[in-house]
């Protein structure tokens, strides 16, 4: 009788010992699939003029992205600011499918940041920007110490940009690193806890020892 009972808690220990490992085994599947859920952010393909080139002719700028955003009204923003810290964009930017325009009339020759919000295809706002040199001649036009689009920035749980209104210039938010890294640590913070429960349960001692 005596040996039955102890044969009984020893099965009742290795159920409890089978179901955290097999808790473990779940929580390592989750991580992939937790970053996977990080990276459904929209991310920028290529633009127009491109990251990093010289050009001498420019009257837009174009933003290709990997899918379509959400054309939230003045969710989405392109600001163009030059070598003399103006604004050079003429009005709000466009969005068709999966490309954001924003018409410009650049100024003097120089280095021109391009700093951009949209609202992702996820309902979380990203943002990020680039720079480019100008080499052409100063084209006439509309030039402001402010922003020419931008009054409210767009509200989300994820990746952010702070308000341009009042002159203020976009945050650098790259929305699907952080996301990324978030996503793991969630997923190894489950691993861990699952893997806390199995050791204590193997360093619990059975009954009648």
């Given amino acids: 009788m005596i040996r039955g009972r102890k044969d009984s808690r020893g099965n009742g220990s290795g159920r409890g010992i089978r179901a955290a490992l097999a808790g473990a085994a779940l929580a390592l599947v989750a991580v992939p699939f937790a970053a996977s859920a990080a990276f459904a952010h929209d991310s920028l393909v290529s633009a127009t003029p491109a990251p990093d080139t010289t ?21 989405n923003l392109v600001q163009v600011i030059g070598p003399d810290g103006k604004y050079y964009e003429t009005s709000c930017p466009t969005l068709s499918a999966t490309q954001v325009t924003t018409p410009v009339k650049l100024g003097p020759a120089g280095k ?10 996820d309902g979380h706002p990203v943002a ?3 720079t480019f040199t100008y080499t052409g001649e100063p084209a006439p036009g509309v030039r402001s110490k402010t922003p020419h689009c931008g009054k409210a920035a767009p509200t989300g749980s994820g990746a952010s940009a702070s308000e341009p209104a009042g002159g ?3 945050a650098e938010t790259k929305g699907t690193g952080n996301g990324l890294w ?3 640590g969630v997923g190894g913070a489950a ?19």
């Fill in 182 to 184: 978030i996503g793991a």
């Fill in 128 to 130: 990020d920007r680039f």
């Fill in 168 to 170: 203020e210039r976009l």
């Fill in 191 to 209: 691993v861990l806890v699952v893997g806390l429960g199995a050791w204590v349960i193997l360093r619990k001692p059975r009954a009648g020892r």
């Fill in 55 to 75: 050009t001498g002719s420019v009257d837009s700028v174009v933003l290709q992205f990997n899918n379509s955003p959400l054309g939230l009204e003045e969710g």
């Fill in 112 to 121: 021109y940041e391009v700093e951009w919000r949209v609202v992702s295809s």
